[in-house]
């Protein structure tokens, strides 16, 4: 399974869910799959799905998914401390770890070598963290929603793109319609 | 009263509840206020654009956040500010120590703050500079400013306002 497939697995799980997606073709494919108000797309700003998921569910009380990849974590390795030391039971970090920059052209990325993201959580003091096959993501996903527990998933999957179309929508329209959608 | 309580009960009274803070010297006696006062959730950052996250997401939360750093940081966060802050059209006061002015003891300071206001205002970022204690009589007027508009803003404070290195 590629990231895609993932999404397309797991969308009827976050659809009413707040979701911060992360830049490129994360976002450009979950908009293409199941657009909903509910989904707050990055257009820009490499790093910070996580960051903003985090300050999200600190705000506020409703579940926050932030839809992150490992070249991403990779770039703001700092969140991670950060998440660890802030705990917010409605926030998930889930890192799609298809050990490749998708959006860039599938370059390597150093977790698809030696360094592995879920021990690195660990390390930063996540007390819960899962790392589980493509196949088990949408079950993992409902388990960690359900527990009510702040939890970082690592989702191991294979690396590769679909053609998906970029997101024409105005930056403040998406905005907007997410910050209704937060308070409704 | 000290000039911390007094920034950080503006903060407050600007319903400002979500702060994001990269330390400096400079800024030590305002994070240590900020971090006392119930009003408001602290939550330290490792890096200045991790913190313009963090504050964007407290923002579509619902909350008025703000983000406490030192100049340096306009370096590492200009990527952040244009595609995320400006792009979003959200507002983000910066209360920001300007190092490498009058009074500064660290030759490399000098370095950054020589462009700090140059970037800013290639930036587009409407800019204050504190300079003498009294300028922060401005800083209500400007946390209203920055939340009418829905802009990053920067409030640059140097060694002399806050009485010296």
């Known amino acids: ?184 | 009263m000290s000039i911390h309580t007094r920034i950080v009960d503006d903060l407050i009274a600007n319903d400002i509840s979500f702060v994001t803070t990269v330390p400096c010297k400079q800024l030590a006696g305002v994070i240590e206020e900020v971090e006392a006062r119930p009003e408001i959730a602290h939550v330290p950052a490792n890096k200045e654009d991790e913190g313009m996250g963090l504050c964007a997401g407290a923002y579509m939360g619902g909350k008025r956040p703000a983000i406490i750093m030192q100049n340096t940081a306009i370096g590492v966060t200009i990527n952040t500010l244009v595609t995320l802050t400006q792009f979003y059209r959200m507002p983000l006061p910066m209360l920001i120590s300007y190092r490498g002015e009058l009074r500064e003891p660290v030759a490399c300071q000098a370095e950054m703050a020589v462009h700090t206001k140059a970037l800013l205002n290639q930036l587009h970022i409407p800019t204050y500079h504190f300079h003498k204690e009294d300028d922060v009589e401005e800083l209500d007027a400007i946390l209203k400013y920055t939340f009418m508009c829905s802009k990053p803003v920067a409030i640059l404070t140097d060694a002399t306002f806050w009485g010296g290195y």
């Open chain 1, 1 to 184: 399974m590629i990231r895609s497939d993932i999404l397309r697995d797991i969308a009827p799980v976050i659809r009413d869910q707040l979701v911060i997606c992360n830049i490129g073709l994360p976002s450009q494919e979950l908009h293409m799959i199941d657009d909903q108000p509910t989904n707050f797309y990055m257009l820009g700003t490499m790093g910070l799905a996580s960051s903003i998921g985090l300050g999200l569910a600190l705000a506020q009380e409703k579940t926050v998914i932030s839809i992150d990849g490992d070249g991403s974590v990779l770039t703001n390795f700092g969140t991670l401390p950060t998440i660890a030391n802030n705990v917010a039971d409605n926030f998930i970090l889930l890192i799609i770890d298809n050990g490749s920059y998708g959006s860039t052209g599938d370059q390597p990325t150093y977790a698809g070598r030696k360094t592995s993201l879920a021990a690195v959580a660990t390390a930063c003091g996540c007390e819960t963290v899962a790392e589980c096959a493509a196949e088990e993501v949408k079950a993992t996903l409902e388990a960690a929603i359900a527990s009510a527990k702040m939890t970082v998933i690592v989702a191991k999957c294979e690396s590769g793109n679909i053609k998906v179309p970029v997101i024409t929508k105005d930056p403040v329209s998406i905005r907007d319609r997410f910050m209704e959608a937060v308070r409704g």
